[in-house]
């Protein structure tokens, strides 16, 4: 191997990793990135001198700190005004005219305001050498090591000429999807769950070991600066353009509709309430939108004031909350066995979702809350996802109401319920208490796991309590005269759900190592133990040794991976599940069927979007992050929002999912 092929891997991995975390547009499947990635990791092994800071195997690594050292920032991060309405932008217009005594129009850059953690990127000669939370805004914390783990960010510039010193601002955030994951995670494994996103993304950025940070799954969009020599930017945009061509990420890259510029403030209020219906459609959480002066000389002409900026500010939303009653407060448990109470309410609307069921999460969180049956309580969606009680009005509370205690037998089994030291959760540890397994065959066909589309949860249920499944090989016996015992169950429906049983053998070993449910397993390190392993008999015989030296793999998740598989029970299901005819994808070539197409995909859909969009690039098409004239196919699936109407004012054919399989059926 010579040193030029060895850059030019580590450049061909660099831009995969750009296509894939900042622009969304995946050329090559998460296999033959992780087999590139491994040829990287080989070389390095043999050449340990070739290794630079730039390399895609330095995002992690090295030991825990003990703690962050504390850095000034060369120029104060500044914290934006905050309004809160339509009337408040026309304030601020006026203000600007009136400090610069001109009577024109002004050009504004409008953007989302995010809600995450803001930091600062320091690049020196194009190198990421710094990492400063924003702090009292004028010292922060170093956490670089956390942020080479966030993949969209670039460990170097992609300029040949990058300046001798560059600082970018921006924002560090969880999307929507990975928070509802990471809040499951923590409950099945006795940790608290963050109360929103935004907690979430700071309380994993300041992970003292960065390992635990890059298995949060962290965003990153850059919006402004700080210190830098060697350029000149004319404007806010002129700025976002020149980053963006450097590999860092920013909205107007995957987003463009979500970016205005305008010399028109009415068209800047319009902007306002665009964005704030659009928020509940965006896959990470907003709060508002920032209004900038775009040129740069009336930014330094309008100065600050006190701590702020002159030139630009915060329009946030008004808080989506409602206030309703706690009819009862039940008791769920999980397939870890872990208790979770919840909160009957009265329905209430809540940004436009009709709530009933609000979680409580653990008794520490009730205790700390002092919810209790018959409150009055305020309700809000944490991170437009999770409906959460805020606060309990304690003037409305009745005088009958007593303090909630979970029980100390399981509900469902009637088992002594325990609490293991360090958890916050109480758990049923009872292995065939029904909620478990009830919850663990769920798991089993549930979309990430065996993907068995037609077996819901409530059809589980039917059949769990019908005493035709209670293990996961027995799914695969069902037969068409047992279905049709059930209620509801026609000819064409039991048809399907056979079909679909029949269609979920063929799968691969990592999500077949997903579904198995084994605990501190998510779909991330279910990916790692497929290709580490490559067979499933090779994971099962596994020592303790080999399992923690794996990447993403540390003593704890080794622990309950090894002790899962010394399990006979499962280890005989195992066979049984391989010996009915379970099989695992090849990394065949597919055939090009989608050649040539350029499929946008929006709205809820049976499958991850991130997943559809590699189906298509694997079968030789691409998938654009908008609309345009150049769109063949729109693929919609519920609450498609602006791309459908944009594919609808265009004239751009619409797919639903069973049109996107006929592409697709006969590619392999």
Known sequence: MKHSDYLKLKKELQKHNYLYHVLDKPEISDYDFDKMFQQLLDIEQEKPEWVEPDSPTQRVGGAPLKQFSKQDHREPMLSLQNSFSADDIEAF?????????????????????FDGLAVELIYEDGLLTGALTRGDGVTGENVLS???????????????????????????????EDFKKLNQFQQDN?????????????GSLRQLDPKVTASRLLKLFCYGFGAYTDLNFNSQNDFAKVIGAWGLPTINLTKKDLILITDDVHKVIEFYHFVEKQRHHLPFDIDGIVVKVNSLDL???????????????????KPEQGQTIVKDIIVQVGRTGALTPVAVMNPVKVGGVTITHATLHNQDEIDRKDVRIGDTVTIQRAGDVIPEVVSVDLKKRPKEAVAFKIPKKCPEC??????????????????????????????????????????????????????????????????????????????????????????????????????????????????????????????ENASMDELVVISDVGPKVANSIYNTFKNKTLTLEIDKLLAQGIQFKSSKKLKPSLKGLNIVVTGTLPLDRNEIKQMITERGGKSASSVSKNTNYVLAGESAGSKLDKAEELGVPILNWEDFQKLITNDQ
């Open 190 to 202: 006795g940790e608290t769950p963050f109360a929103n996103p935004r907690n979430a993304a700071a």
């Open 299 to 317: 930014q330094n002409e309008l100065g600050t004031i006190a701590r702020s900026p002159r030139w630009a500010t915060a329009v946030k939303f």
């Open 414 to 539: 009637h088992s002594t319920v325990t609490k293991i030291e360090g958890e916050v959760v109480s758990r049923c540890v009872n292995p065939i208490c029904p909620a478990v397994v009830k919850e663990s065959l769920k798991h089993f066909v549930s979309r990430k796991a065996m993907n068995i589309e037609k077996l819901g949860e409530k059809l589980i249920e039917q059949l769990f309590n019908n005493q035709l499944i209670k293990n996961y090989s027995d799914i695969y016996q069902l037969n068409k005269k047992e279905l049709l015992n059930l209620e509801r169950q026609g000819e064409k429906s039991v048809s399907n759900i056979l079909a679909s049983i029949e269609k979920s053998k063929e799968t691969t070993l990592a999500r077949f190592i997903f579904s198995l449910g084994i605990r501190y397993v998510g779909e991330q390190t279910a990916r790692v133990l497929a290709n580490h392993f490559g067979d499933i008999k090779k994971l």
């Open 146 to 176: 956390n942020v080479k783990t966030i993949q969209s960010v670039p460990l170097r510039l992609n300029t040949e000429n990058p300046p001798a010193l560059l600082e970018v601002r921006g924002e560090v955030l969880m999307q929507k």
């Open 93 to 113: 217009h006026q203000r600007c005219l009136k400090f610069l005594k001109i009577d024109k129009s002004i050009t504004y850059y409008c953007e989302p305001k």
